[in-house]
């Protein structure tokens, strides 16, 4: 049972923009702790995407981006392509549970 | 480059045991902390657990609290997970990860399959 909650599905037509909604609680993002998003692709390991609430590693196009605030966390992906097509989870630490937590998924369409 | 390369999985009995292992390279391994993700077919990314650098410290997710051990061996740059009194909803993907805890999961690993059955 997943701690943070995501819409199941997203979608969009190329080019436009769609959000992504992770919601936690005072114990995990709440709580301060940072939150974390990863792509993956069909059929491969997931990819870091956004560390840190709102940092992009090296090589991650800036048509991501991520945002924090209170218990909740969102992920944007603008000038949607048909590469993003994918699944996306975002992940924090709970201090109840005492280890990461992860987001149920959400799996985003481009049209 | 940062590789790590999972091995160990394979079709077990209910009850058996199993240990996965995961060789590091391109990063100084005993300075990360390293963890264990898992995933269902089908379904989401479920943490398993994870150890400290020096390995003094781990933690495990209550699904298999008791029935996992993590370790490290950082002479040979490897992590192992120890799976006992396996059942069936062990059955996923099981990925090994650099990072953990209130850090990001950086790396991974490309995942080994372990069927419980």
């Known amino acids: 049972q997943s701690v943070l909650t995501q819409p199941p599905s997203v979608s969009g037509a190329p080019g436009q923009k769609v959000t992504i909604s992770c919601t936690g609680s005072s114990s995990n993002i709440g709580a301060g702790f940072d939150v974390h998003w990863y792509q993956q692709l069909p059929g491969t390991a997931p990819k870091l995407l956004i560390f840190?609430?709102?940092n992009r590693p090296s090589g991650v196009p800036d048509r991501f981006s991520g945002s924090k605030s209170g218990t909740s966390a969102s992920l944007a992906i603008s000038g949607l392509q048909t590469e993003d097509e994918a699944d996306y989870y975002c992940q924090s630490y709970d201090s109840s549970l005492s280890g990461s937590v992860f987001g149920t998924g959400t799996k985003v369409t481009v049209l | 480059e940062v590789q790590l390369e999972e091995s160990g999985g394979g079709l077990v009995q209910p009850g058996g045991s199993l240990r996965l292992s995961c060789v590091a390279s391109g990063f100084t391994f005993r300075n990360n902390a390293m963890s264990w993700v898992r995933q269902a077919p089908g379904k989401g990314l479920e943490w398993v657990s994870v150890?400290?650098?020096?390995?003094?410290?781990?933690d495990y997710a209550d699904s298999v609290k008791g029935r996992a051990v993590i370790s490290r061996d950082n002479s040979k740059d490897t992590l192992y997970l120890q799976m006992n009194r396996l059942r069936g909803d062990d059955t996923a993907v099981y990925y090994c990860?650099?990072?953990?805890?209130?850090?990001?999961?950086?790396?991974w690993g490309q995942g080994i399959l372990v069927t419980v059955s």
């Open positions: 990860a650099k990072g953990g805890r209130w850090l990001p999961f950086d790396f």
């Open positions: 840190g609430n709102s």
């Open positions: 150890i400290s650098g020096i390995g003094g410290s781990s």
